[in-house]
């Protein structure tokens, strides 16, 4: 048994009186401190302080006898100040003739980061997947508006003051569906190839539009 102890790949620790009296080498690694530092601090100390009160409310109610779920996640702080999240598997026993428990403890940290990126990505394709929705009902938009302006340009001589205002609105609706564009390109609704582009033109025309704004 002690061999299975020394060896395990979690931390096993007996837990009596709010501190640890026994942890096996696992423990000692996880959190950072060695099993007499363990016996001397408050296990409470080593929970991360918005995990505490709920942990510390599990343990003295497992004490009692009270029937509750024997697997539960939480956050620690190692010596070093890292956060870790892990998994307590805690059984009560009788240890020196007094209520105790036994738990075995298991680094999730990788995993719950894992699950954190794997949500983030699924965020970002919803956007894609929105702004895709968007760009394509708002092409249709600018199509209008374009098709439009482009009529109209043709019975408004250049001398009529409208002239202007339409080319200007021409101009508009096309950097709006260069917009677009990138908006489908970002939401993988095209295939784009990247290009260095020269940026003076883009910052003059927006410079422009928004003076006319």
Known sequence: YRLVIENATDAIFI???????????????????????????????????EDRYMVLERHLKRLKGEELSSIYSFRILNKSGEELSVDLNTVLISWEGKPATLNFLRDITRQKRLEAQLQQAQKMEAIGTLAGGIAHDFNNILAIILGNAELASDDVPDWNPASASLKEIRRASIRAKDMVRQLLAFSRKTDEDSKPIDMAPIIKGSMKMLRSA
Do not use: C, R, V, W
């Open 15 to 49: 837990a009596q009186d709010e501190i640890l009296k026994f942890a096996n080498p696992k423990a000692e690694k996880m959190t950072g401190y060695s099993a007499q530092e363990l016996a001397k601090i408050p296990f409470a100390d080593i929970i991360h302080p």
